[in-house]
């Protein structure tokens, strides 16, 4: 199943920036392509926040797709070449990723696939050596977070599921959870009694991004 672009069958009452709204329909997808065997291909476009140099945030929408995808592939064109395009892993849940690969689209001669290529998402997304700043782990974590938790709280234990699935460790979402509550207040709270006792993160009150 191919969806593209993404917004385009949300319907008007979604709103592709919010979390609570987008989870649901993530679920649901997935609830397909475990009942049915089918493969889901989502198609969309990135944004256009210039501070942010990672593709895994260019989505355009809630980091919850990114989340939600196994796979996510970057299309881009060759800063070099204004007929060479590249197709780059920059997520691979269930297998390790492979190698970008190119294709030339030409007014003259038309598509033709280049084979594998060393172009990589800094490429792509236009960032310099220079501009681009490399980010540590535990900054990527704290600000994967501070995503997630945007528009709802959030089980502790899904944050941790979704951080350790895009390769975080454990002790890294510790440290960016404390450096989180030192730096902005970041909360937690229980809900629930006995064994239906959950803990949740809430949005600090200072709603400052890293």
């Known amino acids: 199943m191919i969806i593209d672009p993404i917004q385009a069958y949300l319907g008007a009452d979604v709103d592709m920036h919010r979390a609570n709204e987008i989870?649901?329909?993530m679920h649901d997808l997935s609830n397909v392509?475990?009942?049915?065997g089918c493969a889901i291909t989502l198609i969309g476009h990135m944004n256009k926040d210039s501070?942010?140099?990672?593709g895994i945030y260019k989505g355009l929408g809630s980091i919850d797709?990114?989340?939600a995808a196994r796979s996510i592939l970057l299309l881009?064109?060759?800063p070099k070449n204004e007929y060479i395009r590249a197709v780059v892993p920059i997520k691979s849940s269930l297998a390790p990723e492979g190698k970008a690969v190119a294709f030339e689209l030409n007014r003259d001669t038309g598509f033709k696939w280049l084979g594998e290529s060393e172009l990589t998402e800094q490429d792509l997304l236009g960032a310099s050596k220079k501009d681009?700043?490399?980010t540590t782990k535990l900054e990527d974590a704290k600000k994967y977070i501070l995503d997630l938790i945007e528009e709802e709280d959030i089980l502790v234990t899904?944050?941790?599921e979704i951080l350790i699935d895009e390769g975080f460790s454990k002790t890294t979402i510790r440290r960016a959870r404390e450096k989180l509550t030192e730096e902005l207040k970041l909360e937690s709270y229980a809900k629930g009694f006995g064994e239906n006792k959950k803990s949740y993160l809430k949005k600090p009150e200072t709603s400052a991004k890293i």
């Open 76 to 78: 881009g064109r060759d």
């Open 51 to 54: 501070k942010n140099q990672k």
């Open 65 to 67: 797709i990114s989340a």
């Open 23 to 25: 989870r649901p329909i």
């Open 33 to 36: 392509a475990e009942r049915t």
């Open 132 to 134: 681009t700043k490399k």
């Open 158 to 160: 899904e944050v941790e």
